[in-house]
């Protein structure tokens, strides 16, 4: 009886901590998601954009086995994917290494890697059209919807002016899509006439506003740059990095082929 008793309560005490474990991973995701939910107000227009955005999907590049053997020797954590792919495009030839001579070649000055710090969205971060409808004479409620008037170019950008711009643009993109999981890209357009088919009702007695927004990611964190060596000694091979610096950066960028929507219903013109 004693032994039925402790197995119950083994059994008892397995189950609450397999409860507590679940409960803690449920939490986990759920504030996970939270983050950047996005808002019922913020709606896709992939499908009626008049304007095709050509994808900004960055692959992350794969290190080839000898461009991995010497990321491993860097004192300095590389990330850059334009860098990699040069190392991956290089070979060394064994007769050279062979012959035991000290070479030292120097590739660039580079932005290394990006440490994101912080990332948030603004889901009204540039305004891009405005419906309207003065229904104060109207008898019934008037149905109005989202039409673009004209096309619209949205840019984002890095706050502030960094040596290799491009470089670092590139894997802020990367970083920023990774945390949000969001089509992201540093332009887009939404072209004219797109529409969406969601309608706002105007009161009588009541004008209407119908604002669009387009929505972006900020960006803030790290760039570390460095200059970067080569270095061929006694058969071994190696990257070395010399005089790095770190700098704070930002970058605002777009949220691709998504608009918020504010509407407004007022008694006298705003």
């Given at each position: ?109 580079w932005p290394l890697n990006y440490v994101s710090k912080e990332t948030s969205a603004n889901w009204e971060y540039q305004k891009i059209n405005t419906n309207f409808y003065d229904n104060r004479n109207g008898k019934a409620p008037y149905k109005i919807?989202y039409v673009q008037e004209m096309q619209k170019l949205v840019k984002g950008g890095l706050t502030a002016k960094v040596p290799n711009a491009g470089d670092v643009k590139k894997m802020m993109l990367l970083k920023a899509t990774e945390k949000t ?90």
């Open positions: 009886m004693r032994n039925v008793r402790f197995l119950f309560v083994v059994f008892l005490f397995f189950c609450l901590c397999i409860s507590g474990t679940f409960s803690v991973y449920a939490n986990k995701q759920e504030e996970g998601g939270k983050k950047y939910k996005i808002p019922s107000s913020v709606l896709n227009v992939t499908k009626e954009n008049t304007y095709p955005n050509p994808s900004q999907d960055l692959p992350k590049l794969q290190p080839s086995e000898l461009t991995q053997q010497l990321l491993e020797t860097s004192n300095v954590k590389i990330e850059n994917p334009d860098l990699i792919r040069i190392l991956n495009e290089s070979s060394i030839s064994k007769p050279f290494i062979a012959l035991r001579h000290h070479a030292t070649i120097y590739l660039g000055n919807h999981n969001l089509p992201l890209s540093f332009e887009t357009i939404i072209g004219a006439s797109t529409k969406k088919d969601q309608y706002y009702n105007i009161p009588i007695r009541k004008l209407g506003y119908l604002d669009a927004y387009a929505p972006a990611i900020n960006e803030k964190g790290t760039v570390t740059y460095g200059e970067v060596y080569l270095v061929l000694k006694g058969g071994k091979k190696k990257l070395t990095v010399k005089n790095v610096t770190s700098q704070g950066i930002g970058a605002w960028i777009p949220i691709q082929d998504h608009v918020t929507f504010k509407f407004n219903a007022v008694e006298s013109p705003r």
